[in-house]
């Protein structure tokens, strides 16, 4: 799986965009591109995730650049509860790898001031 | 249940002795994981179970930690002769299959600490 390289923190104030970027300069042609977050004493939690089109869910938005090297997160209105560290992961997808489990790299820590 | 149930949530041991996290996955996610995390670190991949497939033990760290998955559900992962080292959460997922990767549902983890 390529590997990727997030900001280890990022400060955001309430009610604005958080844009969390990613890069991913080795990705393959069919690496998809996942986020998950963590809460303070939970398990990660399932973003979004995309290919090489945009993606928007109820929780973010994710843009990739077109040479698909890059991504970037986007939490449109941030709350204070969006405070977590942030884990962009890349892999294959379905049936195409013998590997069996998402390999979490240090994130970037989300801090949401009030 | 509604989602990945881990116990205890919280678990002092002492150097030496042997443990039992257990993990109660969603009913029906056929794929079970268990990572474990040190303070201010990241996810480490430990085991994963798949239906009745061979589970992939890779990340094991040593011979002192071994898992279980009964029946196609509950998981147990044992820590034999625990180090402080060992102190750490461990986390538990669950899918609907192995290549749900968007399927991952987390517990809240049992946090160990070996004196």
């Known amino acids: 799986d390529a590997k990727t390289t997030q900001p280890p923190s990022m400060d955001c104030a309430e009610g604005r965009a958080a844009n969390l970027p990613c890069n991913h300069s080795t990705i393959s042609g069919n690496e998809y591109v996942y986020w998950y977050r963590q809460i303070h004493s939970q398990g990660p939690q399932y973003i979004i995730h995309g290919l090489k089109n945009n993606e928007t869910n109820e929780m973010a938005s994710l843009i990739i650049t077109e040479d698909r090297k890059s991504s970037t997160l986007i939490l449109p209105h941030a709350t204070l509860r969006d405070t977590a560290v942030y884990y962009c992961i890349v892999r294959l997808p379905r049936g195409e790898t013998s590997g069996s489990r998402l390999t979490f790299g240090e994130g970037t820590q989300l801090t949401v001031n009030p | 249940g509604a989602g990945v149930s881990q116990s205890p949530s919280n678990k002092v041991t002492e150097k030496g002795k042997d443990v039992e996290l257990r993990c109660d996955p969603i009913s029906g996610h056929t794929a079970l994981y268990w990572y474990r995390q040190s303070l201010g670190q990241g996810l480490e991949f430990l085991i994963y179970?798949?239906?009745?497939?061979?589970?992939?033990k890779s990340g094991l760290p040593s011979d002192r930690f071994s898992a279980e998955r009964t029946g196609g559900s509950v998981s147990t992962l044992t820590i034999q002769r625990t180090q402080q080292e060992d102190s750490a959460v461990y986390l538990c997922?669950?899918?609907?299959?192995?290549?749900?990767?968007?399927?991952?549902?987390f517990g809240s983890g049992t946090r160990l600490t070996v004196v």
């Open positions: 179970f798949q239906g009745n497939s061979a589970p992939d």
């Open positions: 997922a669950s899918s609907l299959g192995g290549d749900y990767w968007y399927g991952y549902t």
